[in-house]
C-alpha cells in the first residue's frame, strides 16, 4: 500500500480509531484512485515527487470519505419529492465515488488526464 495507517494519522484526517477499519478504507481508497488516474498508483515509484504527494493525499481523502460516509458505490445524487411525485438520480460510474477533495487534488495534479500519454 502506498499510503499506510501512521502515514494517514500524521496527516491530519479523520479517524475513528479502528486501525482494521482505516486499513480497509485505505486499501478500497488506493483501489479505486488507481481507476480514476489509469494505473498511476502501480507506477508511483517512477512518478514525479509532486504526483506522489498528490495521490498520497488522494488516497487519505478517499479513505477519511468511507469511514465518515461508508462504502455506497451508488450514491444518490439528487432526491426530490413535491406530493406523491418523487424523483432519484443515482450518479452510477466510478468518479461518482470519487470524494470532492480527492478529486480535486487530482485534478489539479493533472493525475486525472485522460489523453494519450508519450513516453
Same mark, same amino acid.
Given at each position: 500500500?502506498?499510503?499506510? !495507517? &501512521?502515514?494517514?494519522?500524521?496527516s491530519?484526517?479523520?479517524n475513528?480509531? /479502528?486501525?482494521?477499519?482505516?486499513?480497509r478504507?485505505?486499501?478500497?481508497?488506493? &483501489?479505486?484512485?488507481?481507476?480514476?488516474?489509469?494505473?498511476?498508483? =502501480? /507506477?508511483?515509484?517512477?512518478?514525479?515527487?509532486?504526483?506522489?504527494?498528490?495521490? #498520497?493525499?488522494?488516497?487519505?481523502?478517499?479513505?477519511? =470519505?468511507?469511514?465518515?460516509?461508508?462504502?455506497?458505490?451508488?450514491?444518490?445524487?439528487? #432526491?426530490? #419529492?413535491?406530493?406523491?411525485?418523487?424523483?432519484?438520480? &443515482?450518479?452510477?460510474?466510478?468518479?461518482?465515488?470519487?470524494?470532492?477533495?480527492?478529486?480535486?487534488?487530482?485534478?489539479l !495534479?493533472?493525475?486525472?488526464?485522460?489523453?494519450?500519454?508519450?513516453?
Open positions: 500500500m502506498i499510503v499506510d !495507517s &501512521r502515514y494517514y494519522n500524521n491530519g484526517f479523520e475513528t480509531g /479502528e486501525v482494521q477499519a482505516l486499513e478504507a485505505l486499501a478500497r481508497a488506493e &483501489r479505486l484512485i488507481d481507476l480514476v488516474t489509469f494505473g498511476k498508483c =502501480r /507506477e508511483f515509484g517512477s512518478l514525479p515527487e509532486a504526483a506522489q504527494n498528490s495521490l #498520497k493525499y488522494a488516497i487519505c481523502a478517499q479513505a477519511e =470519505r468511507y469511514l465518515i460516509h461508508g462504502y455506497d458505490d451508488d450514491a444518490i445524487d439528487c #432526491k426530490v #419529492k413535491i406530493g406523491d411525485f418523487s424523483y432519484e438520480s &443515482r450518479s452510477g460510474g466510478v468518479l461518482s465515488s470519487l470524494s470532492s477533495v480527492a478529486a480535486a487534488t487530482l485534478k !495534479s493533472g493525475l486525472l488526464y485522460t489523453g494519450t500519454e508519450v513516453r
